[in-house]
């Protein structure tokens, strides 16, 4: 089992950045894909992004797109989000998650791709 911790999120204000950082423990990082999903109050947990093990393939929700980049440093078994130009609409706990390499990710966007979770990192931008 894989143990997933998120970082980073914060107070910031609209038109601002943040990075966000998953880092995991319990297995071999290479051996996941990572996403990263956000909820905010009220409102379902909703895909933001995700990259594949080898950092070969990534997808984005419409959007984040041109504003969000994930990246991944499987030496330091870590998975980043950065984020630029953030918006008010961006309020949410963010979460990262990890998908087994060994079974095909079929469904990026979709939670119920991902077996282990982090906590979430409360991420706040004002207007």
């Known amino acids: 089992q894989v143990q997933l911790v998120e970082s980073g999120g914060g107070l910031v204000q609209a038109g601002g950045s943040l990075r966000l950082s998953c880092t995991t423990s319990?297995?071999?990082?290479?051996?996941?894909?990572m996403g990263w999903f956000r909820q905010a109050p009220g409102k379902e947990r909703e895909f933001v992004t995700a990259i594949t093990w080898s950092g070969g393939s990534t997808y984005y929700a419409d959007s984040v797109k041109g504003r969000f980049t994930i990246s991944r440093d499987n030496a330091k078994n870590t998975v980043y989000l950065q984020m630029n130009n953030l918006k008010p609409e961006d309020t949410a706990v963010y979460y990262c998650?990890?998908?087994?390499?060994?079974?095909?990710?079929?469904?990026?966007?979709?939670?119920?791709?991902?077996?282990?979770w982090g906590q979430g990192t409360q991420v706040t931008v004002s207007s």
């Open positions: 319990g297995r071999t990082f290479s051996n996941y894909d």
């Open positions: 998650a990890a998908h087994s390499k060994y079974r095909t990710l079929m469904r990026p966007t979709m939670s119920d791709e991902y077996a282990f």
